[in-house]
């Protein structure tokens, strides 16, 4: 089954969510919580958007984010895979911590902007974790109350589109445990919230950029991470050079498969693209693929060399 679209733009509103596989905790220790916010930073400075909100919580995270460039999908990569590859190596685990893609919901700000900041800042009330917001720690909450504000938010940017005064805010949040609203029922076709204008221009949009073949979503996928940049980190990382490794021809030829696994799962290209690097057959390619799939399922010590090597290319 191929994967659902996602719409990326400039100067597009997010919710953006990620649970821990299998709903398991993804935030065990105050150092956890105060890692991702840092790669969460990170992020904001290399991609360049703006963070309205956020809430951690122990096995999921939201965020409401305003795009400047068209890289959701890079933003969001750099921080999964960063904080993932902290956690494993702090833990001494592998394979993978969070559950699937993120979720990305098209959010219509002249309907939503307060409503979702408001729902994301109440989570923790909804999962009975505290009876008020401002108790709860891993949140932008305080950042709306507080003259010291937080960090990670750009209160000026939230002041354009939050429409009351600050000091009205908490008001405002603390009706919503009253009467609470569950924004999700109101998201339509999987990723939007808004009016019925805004839904149908998102979804005109959405026709363009399927239907223009020089944005398809492979190519998408694939412009910031190069086939040849992986042949050289791998190569490096076996004590070869990008020739010896291309030319591998005695077995088990560990190194070379590996490449050709990364570049099929990190470029998209296709197998006969993939031939033409190595100079093999496409069915060769599969099947070198596939050997290095079939024993990630098992060999513990080669999914970590494998997230070790992955990590030269977050972001």
């Not at 709903?23 to 956890?32: G, T």
């Amino acid at each position: 089954m191929s994967r659902p679209y996602r719409l990326q733009g400039k100067n597009f509103f997010y919710h953006i969510t990620s649970r821990g596989d299998d709903r398991k905790k993804i935030y065990v220790s105050d150092h956890d919580y105060k890692k991702f916010l840092e790669y969460l930073q990170k992020a904001k400075e290399k991609y360049k958007f703006h963070l309205f909100a956020y809430v951690l919580m122990p096995n999921h995270y939201h965020l409401f984010i305003k795009t400047t460039q068209p890289n959701l999908s890079k933003a969001i990569h750099y921080i999964k895979t960063s904080y993932t590859t902290y956690y494993n190596i702090k833990r001494r685990r592998c394979g993978h911590l969070f559950q699937g893609r993120f979720k990305s919901t098209l959010v219509d700000n002249d309907c939503y902007f307060m409503e979702l900041t408001r729902y994301i800042h109440l989570n923790p009330v909804r999962a009975k974790m505290t009876n008020d917001p401002e108790n709860y720690k891993w949140s932008s909450y305080k950042g709306y109350l507080d003259k010291e504000g937080d960090r990670f938010i750009d209160i000026c940017q939230i002041k354009k589109y939050l429409d009351m005064p600050l000091e009205q805010y908490r008001e405002f949040v603390l009706e919503g445990i009253k009467e609470p609203e569950d924004l999700t029922k109101k998201i339509y076709a999987g990723f939007l919230l808004g009016s019925a204008n805004f839904i149908e221009d998102r979804l005109k949009d959405l026709k363009e950029h399927i239907e223009n073949k020089d944005v398809s979503y492979k190519k998408r996928l694939t412009t910031h991470i190069k086939a040849d940049e992986i042949i050289k980190v791998v190569a490096g990382r076996y004590g070869k050079n990008k020739e010896q490794l291309i030319n591998m021809r005695s077995k088990p030829m560990k190194g070379k498969k590996i490449s050709i696994y990364l570049i099929k799962r990190l470029t998209g290209l296709t197998n006969r693209e993939i031939g033409r690097l190595f100079n093999m057959q496409f069915s060769a390619v599969s099947k070198a693929a596939s050997s290095i799939e079939g024993l990630l399922r098992e060999d513990r010590l080669l999914r970590r060399e494998i997230e070790e090597i992955t990590s030269n290319f977050e972001g």
